[in-house]
């Protein structure tokens, strides 16, 4: 594979915060520097418009090497990193939603579907998650619950705590409490039908959203399977992989990768291929790389990538 000398090695990808009604506005411990009167939900890390450490966006360096992203990449929307990866900070519980699958997200929105899979990085009172229902619906039902307010009911509420991993298939219907710091997983894509918003004044998509829910029960909590040494399987999709690193010694990983893998420091502290990386930063390794170290003893980290299998090549 033929990839740029300078993107041969992980390059930083710097966070966009997103106001949102139901944000904090602390987000400290992982990011103390950010607090004031706006109220931060969601922060990004590669979306088109992030600031890389290659001085370029990262919409950019993909137009400049769409080499980097490898066998992840999807042939309908080239231009774009295939997964979006989130940190979710909750004061309130976020609306009922639901997202569509890439048929229908395709074909409305010329868009990627969004299935996600979340991974509770703290829990606060109340501590808990919906997805799907306590049990089926018929379609009538569920209009006549969204219109009374029933739904909020309806919904299987869970409790979650630290270290709990939840795969969301695109449909199901869902919502994240209060208290919680997540870290998601996704599709890249922003297509959200929300369904019922607790009385705040924003939109509803009720057309879309009955169109792709589905109404049934769902399995909510993944079981971790250890895959290599400090390395846990937290969620499995068509579309990624999501695992937890602990490293306690060096962690290498082999060149020649056929697929960008994703980085996300989220406690501790240490060298990428010694490059310093505290908690909070993210990165980028492109596909065709070189090898590299990861020196963090002590620290945790969400690898995100696309593959058949768990990768063997992170030793």
Request: hydrophobic letters at 40%; a negative charge.
């Amino acid at each position: 594979m033929n990839v740029s000398s300078e993107v041969k090695q992980p390059f930083q990808l710097f966070p966009l915060f997103r106001e949102r009604v139901w944000g904090r506005e602390s987000l400290a411990p992982l990011f103390p520097d950010v607090s004031g009167k706006e109220r931060i939900g969601e922060v990004w890390f590669t979306f088109e418009q992030n600031p890389t450490s290659l001085e370029k966006t990262l919409a950019e360096v993909i137009r400049t090497n769409p080499e980097i992203l490898g066998s992840a990449r999807d042939d309908a929307h080239p231009d774009i990193c295939p997964l979006l990866v989130k940190l979710l900070f909750t004061s309130e519980r976020l609306s009922v939603q639901v997202h569509p699958d890439d048929e229908y997200a395709g074909r409305h929105h010329n868009s990627l579907g969004k299935t996600e899979a979340w991974y509770v990085v703290d829990a606060q009172p109340p501590g808990e998650v919906a997805v799907g229902f306590r049990e089926a619906l018929s379609p009538e039902r569920f209009r006549a619950s969204i219109e009374s307010g029933e739904v909020e009911d309806l919904l299987d509420w869970r409790k979650v705590k630290r270290g709990d991993a939840i795969l969301a298939p695109a449909g199901t219907v869902h919502a994240i409490g209060a208290g919680l710091t997540i870290c998601e997983v996704q599709e890249n894509s922003d297509i959200t039908y929300r369904l019922y918003d607790y009385g705040r004044p924003r939109e509803l998509h009720l057309n879309h959203g009955m169109a792709v829910s589905k109404l049934d029960r769902h399995e909510l909590i993944f079981d971790p399977v250890p895959v290599g040494k400090n390395r846990t399987e937290l969620a499995v999709s068509e579309y990624f992989r999501m695992e937890r690193l602990m490293p306690e010694g060096p962690l290498r990983v082999e060149s020649g990768l056929k697929q960008f893998l994703f980085l996300l420091c989220l406690a501790g502290e240490g060298t990428i291929a010694g490059q310093q990386a505290t908690a909070g930063s993210a990165w980028m390794t492109p596909a065709g790389n070189d090898g590299f170290e990861l020196l963090a003893p002590g620290s945790q980290w969400i690898l995100a990538y696309k593959a058949d299998d768990a990768l063997e090549s992170i030793i």
